[in-house]
């Protein structure tokens, strides 16, 4: 079992940033996925970014692509969503998952095993 816990949500206002961060804890893996998913009230939730974890490989959502970063650190098991440039439409609630199947669609949500609570992230206009 793993555990997520997310860190970091807030609000700013448009053109500015924050930094998300995912601690994990419990069963320790090698392998897979760690991803960013986000919902907004009313939407699907929606694929941002992931990480392989073995060899940092980066995977973004064509609306995000050169205003987030997403990171890992594998010696504290924790992942990071440096957001700049922040529009109103990345206001929604976001969430870490893992997914341990390095050979599924890191785009699809059921693909991921285990998920943290979400940090909500505000930004307004």
């Known amino acids: 079992q793993v555990q997520l816990a997310e860190s970091g949500g807030g609000l700013v206002q448009a053109g500015g940033s924050l930094r998300l961060s995912c601690a994990a804890s419990?069963?320790?893996?090698?392998?897979?996925?760690m991803g960013w998913f986000r919902q907004a009230p009313g939407k699907e939730r929606e694929f941002v970014a992931a990480?392989?974890?073995?060899?940092?490989?980066?995977f973004y959502t064509d609306s995000v692509k050169g205003r987030f970063t997403i990171s890992r650190d594998n010696a504290k098991n924790t992942l990071d969503l440096q957001m700049n440039s922040l529009k109103p439409e990345d206001t929604a609630l976001y969430y870490c998952?893992?997914?341990?199947?390095?050979?599924?669609?890191?785009?699809?949500?059921?693909?991921?095993?285990?998920w943290g609570q979400g940090t909500q992230v505000t930004v307004s206009s």
């Open positions: 998952a893992v997914n341990t199947n390095i050979f599924s669609d890191y785009r699809l949500g059921r693909q991921y095993n285990y």
């Open positions: 419990g069963r320790i893996f090698s392998s897979g996925f």
């Open positions: 990480i392989t974890w073995s060899r940092g490989l980066t």
